[in-house]
C-alpha cells in the first residue's frame, strides 16, 4: 500500500479530464411543472383542489400516517428526524393531465442529469403533507426498486414558507425552494440523484404538500451512453502508459457518487461518472485493456493523541471527531483495496479483494481529502497507545492491462477466483472444436495465476471446506503436465490442506509414474515450521500417498517411485522431535494417530515389509504418541479388514502388531483393580523439602484420611503444585484461622477411580480388537 500524500497523480491527464468531468455535471434538476391542477382524489375525502380549501389540510392530515425513514434495514418513525405526514399511493390518485406533466418533467430531468431520457420512468411513490414545523433532516434515499437511480420531488401549488429543499454531493450543495409552489401559483418539481444526501427545512408557516417518485431507469438494449465514436488520443495515450510501466497495479478512477451493489453498471452509473467511465471504458479497450467497476475501500490507521496528551510527535494536526478534539500522529498502516466487482453490464466477478496502490488512484477530490464513512478512536489501553482508525468507500471504475487479468484478480483472494476457474474449464467441453485451444489456453494462463497465488494452508486449520479444494479436479482436465508440476511444487511450499487423494494417482496416470516424483517427493520431505521444530507430515500427504501406493499396476517407473517415496514418508514419520512432550490431553487422535492407518497401507500395498516393522516399532515405542486409544486400536480395526480384503490374509507385520497389542491388553485387564483397604495412597511427591515431606507422610498413613499442613502462601502453593502434579489422591481447601493459615487435604480414591477407567477401556479394547485366525 503505497502512500499518495503530498505526491501528485500519475496521470495528470487523468485527472486533469475528471476534474473537468466532475466540474459539468449536474446532480439535481428543478422547474415549473406545466399542469396546475393535479386532479387530486383521496380515499375517504374524495377531490382535494389545491390550493386547499379551508378545512382541507385538517382532513387531508387525518386521512395520512406519519412518514417513517429508514435507518439501515429498518423504518422508523421518530418525529426527531422526520416531521412529515403521507399517503401511500394505494390511498389517492391524480389527474392524467398531471401524470403527463410529470413525465415531460422527468425528460427535462434526464437530460439535465445525463440519463437516457427514453428509458426513464417515474414511479410514483408517496404523498407528503408537511404541516407548519414540518421537516426531514439530512438523509440519503434507499433504493426501492433495482435499477432506480433518481427521486423526482413535485410540490403543489399551496402557500407556504420555509420548507426548503437542500441536496448536496460531495462539497457542492444547491438549494430548492419550490418558488411558484410556496407563492400557491403553479407546481414545481425537483430531481436528484438518490445517493445525495438532502434534507427539508422546516416549514414555517402554511401546509407543504409533495408527490414523491421513484425515478427508475428501465433496461435497455445495452446502449453505452456517450461513448465517444473514438475515444479521446490523450486518454488512450495515459492509460496505456500507466500501464506499460504497471502492468499489475490497477488504474483506478474514483467515482463521484455512491453506489449500491447493483447500482454498479456503467448503465446505471450517475451525471459525470456516466461520461467519466464511457470515455475510460473505450479508451482502456483501445489500450488493450480491461475495465471493471469496484467498491473501493481505504482503511487508515494512525496513532492519536488526546488533547491533554503531551507525548504526542509526528504529523500533528488536531480533528474534531464526535466533539472530541483530537491530534492524529504518524500513519500505522493504510490498507487499500477493492472488492465486489462487476463488469461494465453490471455482472458481478467473483473474485474477491484486490489490493490497490494509492498512486494509481485518479480522483477529482485527492484520496487525502475523501470523508471517513466511519471513524473510531480508541483511547489508551495500556497494552497499545492510541489509535484512531479511519474507513473510507468509494466506487469506481478499475483498469487493467487484458493480458495481465489473471495476475490481477488472482492477487488478493484465490479462493475466491476458483469457482470462476471450474466453470471456464468445465465450459471447455462445449466450445466449438475450432475455438477450444485458445480457450484452453485461457483456462491455463488463468490456472498458472491462481497457482502463483496459492494461498497458504495449513493442515491443523482443515476445518470446513474450502473453493481450492476444488482446484486440482478442474486443473487434471486441462491435461497439462507443467501445470500440474507447478502446482504440486506450490503445494509443498505453502498448503497441507488441500486434499489430493484421487488427484496425485490420476496425475502420474496420465503422464507417466516418473513423471512428477521430484515434486512428490518434495511434498513430503521433512521440514520445520518457523521455529525449527520438525512438522508432522501432513494428513493429507498420507492420503494420497495411500492411493498412488495401492494402484494395482506391474510398470517398473512405478515401483520405482512408491519405493522413494515410501522411503522419505518413513523417515520423516520416525524422525524423533527434539522438543519436549507435554502430558496430552488425551480424548481425540493427534495428526499422526489419525495418519497412521494411511501410512501402513501405503507401505503394505508397496510391500515395503522392513518400512512397515519399522513404523510399528517406533509407534510401540511412542505409547504416548500412539496411545493404544486413539491410535493404535483404531488402525488395527481399520487395517485388518482392508489387509483381509487386499492380500486375502492377515499381512504378516501387521498381524505381529495385532499379537502384541492384545497380549498387552490381555495383561492389562487380567485382574480388575482392588479399592484402597485403608487410607494409605500412592506417596509419589518427589520434592524433598519440609511441606513435601509432610505430605507424603500423611499420604502413606494409613488412618489418616485429612491431614493438615500449616503452610505460608507461597508454600502452599508449591504444595498444591505438587499434588496436582503428581495426581495425588488428595483434594484441598484453606483454613483461614491461625497465623500462618492451614492446607487441609482430605483423602480421595482418585487413583483407584482412575485405574477401574482404564482397566474398563482395556477391557473394552480388547473386546473391539480384530480376532486373527
Ligand atoms: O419533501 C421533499 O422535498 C423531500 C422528501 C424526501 O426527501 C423523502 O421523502 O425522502
Ligand atoms: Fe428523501
Known sequence: MGKSRGKSSPVPALAAA?????????????????????????????????????????????????????????????????????????????????????????????????????RLEARLYKLLVYEKGGFFLPHRDSEKHDRMVA?????????????????????AEEKIPFRDAASGTGAWFAAFYADCEHEVARVTAGVRIALAYN?????????????????????????????????TKPLVFALDHHYTQRGLSLDLLKGADRTLAAGVAAAAGHAGCLVHLAQVSRH?????????????????RTRLQGGQQIRVGEEIEDELYAEEWADLDGKKQSWGAVALDSVAVVSATPLDDWKPTAEEYEGYTGNAGNTLDRW??????????????????????????????????????????????????????????????????????????????????????????????????????????????????????????????????????PRADQYGHRRDLAPRDLEWLAEVCGETTHDPEWRLLVGELCRVA??????????????????????????????????????????????????????????????QVPALKELVPWSRERFGSVYPPLRAWLDAVRAELERATAAEPTPP??????????????????????????????????????SRRHVIQQVERHRSDVTHRLERTGRPYTLVLTKTTGSYDRAVQRYKTDCRLLRELPSAP
Open 215 to 247: 425515478l427508475v431507469l428501465a433496461p435497455g438494449a445495452a446502449v453505452r451512453p456517450a461513448t465517444p465514436a473514438a475515444p479521446a488520443d490523450a486518454l488512450v495515450e495515459a492509460i496505456g502508459s500507466w500501464v506499460a510501466r504497471h502492468p
Open 392 to 525: 473510507y468507500h468509494r466506487s469506481a471504475v478499475v483498469v487493467w492491462p487484458r493480458d495481465r487479468h489473471y495476475d490481477v484478480v488472482t492477487r488478493g483472494h484465490a479462493a475466491a477466483c476458483v469457482p470462476q476457474f471450474r466453470s471456464m474449464v468445465k465450459g471447455l467441453s462445449k466450445t466449438p472444436k475450432a475455438k477450444r485451444d485458445a480457450a484452453r489456453g485461457e483456462c491455463l494462463r488463468f490456472a498458472r495465476a491462481l497457482v502463483a497465488n496459492w494461498p497458504h494452508r495449513y493442515a491443523h486449520f482443515r476445518e470446513g471446506t474450502s473453493p481450492c479444494d476444488q482446484f486440482p479436479a478442474a486443473l487434471l482436465a486441462l491435461h497439462d503436465r507443467d501445470a500440474v508440476a507447478a502446482f504440486l511444487t506450490v503445494l509443498a511450499e505453502r498448503d497441507e490442506a488441500t486434499p489430493l487423494k484421487t488427484f496425485v494417482a490420476a496425475a502420474c496416470r496420465e503422464f507417466g509414474w516418473d513423471a512428477f516424483e521430484r515434486e512428490l517427493k518434495l511434498l513430503i520431505s
Open 300 to 316: 487508515l490507521t494512525n496513532s492519536a493523541f488526546d488533547e491533554y496528551d503531551r507525548y504526542g510527535y509526528g504529523d500533528r
Open 18 to 118: 475528471v476534474h473537468a468531468a466532475a466540474r459539468s455535471a449536474k446532480f439535481v434538476v428543478d422547474g415549473a411543472l406545466p399542469a396546475a391542477d393535479p386532479g387530486l382524489v383521496v380515499e375517504g375525502i374524495g377531490p382535494v383542489p389545491v390550493p386547499l380549501r379551508r378545512g382541507a389540510a385538517k382532513a387531508l392530515v387525518a386521512a395520512c400516517h406519519a412518514a417513517p425513514y429508514g435507518k439501515g434495514t429498518q423504518t422508523l418513525v421518530d418525529d426527531r428526524v422526520r416531521k412529515t405526514f403521507e399517503l401511500d399511493p394505494a390511498q389517492f390518485s391524480l389527474g392524467a393531465g398531471w401524470t403527463a406533466a410529470v413525465a415531460d418533467a422527468t425528460r427535462t430531468a434526464a437530460q439535465a442529469l445525463g440519463l437516457p431520457a427514453d
Open 151 to 171: 427521486s423526482l420531488i413535485a410540490v403543489l401549488p399551496n402557500p407556504f414558507e420555509g420548507g426548503t429543499l437542500v441536496v448536496r454531493h460531495g462539497p
Open 570 to 631: 518413513v523417515g520423516r514419520f520416525c524422525e524423533r522431535d527434539a522438543r519436549p512432550r507435554w502430558g496430552r490431553d488425551c480424548t481425540t487422535a493427534t495428526a499422526a494417530e489419525k495418519s497412521l492407518p494411511d501410512l501402513l497401507r501405503a507401505l503394505a500395498a508397496a510391500g515395503r515389509d522392513d518400512d512397515f516393522a519399522r513404523v510399528i516399532r517406533y509407534v510401540r515405542e511412542s505409547p504416548s504418541d500412539f496411545t493404544l486409544d486413539y491410535g
Open 677 to 714: 483397604a485403608d487410607w494409605a495412597r500412592p506417596a509419589t511427591v518427589e520434592c524433598r523439602c519440609n511441606f513435601c515431606t509432610q505430605l507424603n507422610t500423611f499420604l502413606a498413613d494409613p488412618a489418616a484420611g485429612v491431614g493438615r499442613i500449616p503452610a505460608g502462601e507461597d
